[in-house]
């Protein structure tokens, strides 16, 4: 034992020695690389400089420079070694704590299907003991997951549209059925009164029945309604009081700068989600499927878009004359859990539901367009009617079956006259002649429409037929060269007086007033 304590001690301490000689060998090293050595060399130097002609000092200038820079480079090489082995080593690091966290995100979405596994189970009346799952690589990397034996996708029992069913467990629930009563058997003329009245008394916003009684033969005439103006002049506020109005607030749809395509406006199916993005707008249109009054979705600052891009279907579909082609695709192949009302995957455009539109003319705005134009009912608002006392009103209960009652009604007894339907034919050549514009069968549509409902609600035809003339064709005339067209406006406000009445066209004339302000 003696001699084994004596032999060990020996061996550390020869060991130690080495390793201090070891240390202190490569420390007199480095010092004598980078001091003795670099001494004895500027010695050497010395000794020998003195005896170096012109061409030895330009030799020795280059030969060290190129020293120099060959030290430089080797100092520079090992900085970025280094430098890289320790990114390196951080960026290896992050990696292994990165895929730590996948691990255990992996884990509790295993756990989380686990448990929505057992749900499934319950709600089949299957034994929670029975159900095997078996975890697939999508399960845990992309929130899939693999159902009980018997279920076919992750999507069983769940719909893809969330918000539209909501609508549709409401309204099984508490369906919308209006019943109307003796007091509410209202004509056209006293629905304009009433909606003034009730406007006026309960929400303290103003408007003229000559307002109202435009805006109610636009219902008629078109689904898509524009109104017009500057700031601060209701424009917002009238279909929304209108939908208080027939006991249906009206749903505000904010336009967004950015919108280009209709996903931004009626959503998009999610394929990494297997759900469908749905908006406020479709699920607005949605629920007016669901109900018997009128609805009013309301586009605010409709033009801050381009309209012809985010609504093209609806500006599509509307012009087909069978309302049963209506239809907007939502998603490609039907499901058992799709709402009630989308169909094949289409979903139908409800008749109940009118779109109305605000918008002002402005540098933050675009330009709408003559297809949009030749397709809505347009109404400008530019000044609040003035305070008057009315009496207090209470909403009014009433079924969009009952108020397109109204409108076939009026078409039936308030037809054009012949001898409008002359002057009409009048304008359409003297405008051929002098502008080189005509209008075509849509807006003769319109104003069959338009004109027979305006005057079942108190206005006159020539008042319904000069509203039509100036919003749908006179405001083409703003894309013509005006300055050279300064007799041609004469003339037409002189055709206006003398065919229709001096002045019997008041909103044409003034329009052109305002036309030949620009010339």
């Known amino acids: 034992m003696a001699n084994f304590a004596a032999y060990y001690v020996e061996f550390l301490w020869n060991w130690l020695q080495n390793v201090w000689y070891f240390i202190s060998q490569f420390f007199y090293n480095i010092y004598k690389l980078l001091i003795e050595d670099a001494i004895g060399y500027c010695v050497n130097l010395g000794e020998h400089v003195s005896s170096f002609d012109v061409w030895g000092w330009i030799c020795l200038i280059i030969v060290s420079a190129a020293n120099i820079a060959l030290l430089f480079f080797i100092c520079y090489r090992l900085v970025q070694l280094i430098r890289r082995y320790f990114v390196f080593r951080a960026r290896e690091v992050d990696k292994d704590m990165l895929l730590e966290e996948v691990a255990r995100l992996k884990e509790q979405a295993n756990e989380l299907v686990k448990e929505k596994s057992k749900i499934f189970a319950l709600k089949l009346g299957q034994d929670i003991r029975t159900v095997e799952f078996q975890p697939s690589l999508e399960a845990g990397v992309s929130g899939g997951e693999a159902l009980p034996e018997g279920e076919q996708s992750s999507e069983a029992g769940a719909s893809r549209f ?271 002649d002098k502008f080189k514009i005509s209008f075509g069968n849509r807006i003769l549509k319109q104003l069959t429409l338009f004109v027979p409902v305006y005057m079942a609600c108190g206005g006159t035809e020539l008042g319904g037929v000069d509203f039509i003339i100036a919003s749908k064709i006179l405001r083409k005339f703003k894309s013509l060269n005006l300055p050279f067209l300064t007799k041609e406006l004469n003339e037409l406000t002189a055709f206006f007086n003398d065919k229709f009445g001096v002045g019997v066209m008041t909103y044409c004339l003034e329009y052109v007033a305002e036309l030949q302000k620009l010339t």
């Open 162 to 432: 969330t918000k539209l069913i909501n609508i549709d467990e409401k309204y099984e629930a508490d369906p919308n059925i209006i019943y109307m009563h003796d007091d509410d058997l209202l004509t056209l003329p006293q629905l304009v009164t009433k909606f003034v009245n009730y406007a006026a008394s309960q929400l303290k916003l103003y408007y003229t029945e000559e307002t109202i009684r435009r805006y109610i033969a636009g219902m008629a005439t078109s689904k898509i309604i524009i109104l017009e103006g500057i700031s601060g002049t209701g424009k917002t506020s009238l279909p929304y009081a209108m939908g208080k109005f027939f006991n249906n607030n009206a749903a505000l749809i904010s336009v967004q700068p950015s919108w280009r395509d209709r996903a931004e406006l009626i959503g998009y199916y999610n394929e990494f989600t297997k759900k469908f993005n749905e908006t406020d707008f479709l699920a607005a249109i949605y629920e007016a499927s669901m109900r018997e009054d009128p609805n009013f979705v309301v586009l605010d600052e409709m033009n801050l878009a381009r309209i012809e891009y985010y609504f093209a279907d609806f500006l599509s579909i509307m012009e087909m004359p069978d309302v049963a082609e209506w239809k907007i695709d939502l998603v490609a192949s039907p499901q058992p859990t799709d709402p009630k009302n989308v169909v094949y995957g289409k979903f139908l455009v409800p008749q109940n539901i009118w779109f109305v539109g605000t918008a002002n003319n402005d540098d933050s705005t675009f330009s709408i367009t003559d297809k949009v134009y030749d397709r809505a009912v347009t109404l400008e608002l530019n000044s609040r009617a003035d305070y008057f006392d009315a009496p207090l009103t209470e909403s009014y209960t009433c079924s969009y079956g009952y108020l397109e009652s109204l409108f076939e009604k009026a078409r039936n007894d308030f037809a054009l006259s012949d001898r409008t339907h002359e002057l009409i034919k009048e304008f359409d050549l003297f405008i051929r």
